[in-house]
């Protein structure tokens, strides 16, 4: 066998250069097994040391670990500049473009009476009335019978009712019995006056049709104090028109029927689509109906604990399903509660 030593600077410069032209992690590994892997050229080398001259063992030991030091060395800094290099190469070529559009989540929306209520509440509540809410289970004491509604009365033909398995206790079918609410729990026992409006949803055993719903929502209004007059009652509702509406639109009173207020009255708007002249949706009357209204009842004031020879009050019922009716051109009330999107997302 030749002297191991034979030729060690040389191939040291060829293994140097050789690696230089390496440009791919395969390559980088293969070249640290063919020079200093278990069986590369120098570990060969180094295992060689027994078939020299004792004394020049130890020398030629240092060298060859000399040797190997620095192709170590320059293996591992081959071997990261190639792995950036193959990383920088992958991240180009496999490039997502973040900046596509994802795919939408549909995001869900207001309910149109929700929108409603809201607008509600927020032209009553610069008129200084606040938002009361009382529940949808109600006594028929509360619903009809404080309300001036005695069971024998024929009135109660105006409400056909849902009643429950416990006798006497029905769902309300307006949002009226919470004036006996608002006037028991605000009226400090007949002392104070009350500005309130009552939303909620009500419940009708009624035939289902493009005008009425079995449950639709109200907003009842009640305003009490020492000297409410009609003309209060009149104006507050034309004001709220105004806002609801547009300045721009008229509103008339038509005289009515109500048990619990005397007098009482249903308020038109002018038809919001024709302005007045006459069309399909107001009937070709030019008027289309928004409220119905009225002085409360000295009976029903009695019955909130007010003394009615010193208080008066007025009361008001919306429906705001109806009213987006009007406000949209909305032909069928049943689209409300049918849950389809296509109407829904109208809005
Ligand atoms: C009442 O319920 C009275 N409590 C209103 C009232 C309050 C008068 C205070 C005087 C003082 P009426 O039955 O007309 O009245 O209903 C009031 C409003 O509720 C109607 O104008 C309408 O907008 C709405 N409404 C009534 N029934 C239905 C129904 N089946 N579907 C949808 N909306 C309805």
Not at 110 to 136: C, K, N
Not at 188 to 212: K, N
Request: aromatic content about 10%; glycine content about 10%.
């Amino acid at each position: 066998m030749h002297d191991p030593r034979q030729n060690l600077d040389t191939l040291l410069e060829i293994a140097l250069n050789e690696l230089g032209q390496q440009v791919t992690s395969d390559e980088v590994e293969n070249w640290e097994r063919k020079y200093i892997g278990k069986t590369g050229i120098f570990t060969q080398r180094s295992r060689m040391v027994g078939q020299l001259p004792a004394e020049e063992r130890a020398a030629f030991g240092k060298r060859i670990n000399d040797i190997k030091a620095t192709l170590l060395q320059a293996y591992a800094d081959r071997e990261k500049l190639v792995k950036e290099h193959e990383l920088a190469r992958d991240l180009e070529q496999g490039q997502i473009d973040v900046t596509l559009p994802g795919r939408a989540h549909p995001v869900g929306g207001l309910h149109p009476s929700t929108t409603t209520l809201r607008e509600f509440y927020a032209i009553w509540a610069e008129m200084g009335f606040q938002v009361y809410r009382s529940r949808d289970v109600e006594t028929d004491e509360m619903n009809f019978e404080l309300l001036n509604i005695p069971a024998h009365h024929p009135a109660r033909d105006m409400w056909d009712t849902f009643h429950t398995t416990t006798p006497g206790v029905v769902l309300r079918t307006h949002t009226s019995p919470g004036q006996i609410h608002a006037m028991r729990e605000f009226g400090e026992g007949g002392t104070q006056p009350i500005r309130v409006i009552l939303p909620g949803m009500c419940y009708r055993y009624e035939q289902v049709s493009v005008r009425s719903e079995i449950q639709f929502h109200q907003v009842e209004g009640v305003a009490i104090g020492k000297h409410i007059h009609l003309t209060d009652l009149k104006g507050t509702i034309a004001e709220f028109a105004r806002r609801m509406f547009g300045a721009d639109k008229d509103v008339r009173f038509r005289s009515s029927y109500f048990p619990f207020t005397e007098p009482s009255m249903e308020v038109d708007v002018e038809c919001l689509l024709c302005g007045g002249k006459g069309c399909q949706m107001c009937k070709y009357s030019g008027w289309l109906e928004i409220a119905g209204c009225g002085m409360m009842h000295p009976v029903v004031l009695r019955n909130g604990g007010y003394d009615p020879s010193e208080w008066s009050g007025f009361a008001f019922g919306m429906g705001p399903e109806r009213m987006i009716n009007l406000k949209y051109g909305v032909k069928d009330i049943r689209y409300y509660w049918g849950n389809d999107l296509r109407f829904l997302e109208q809005f």
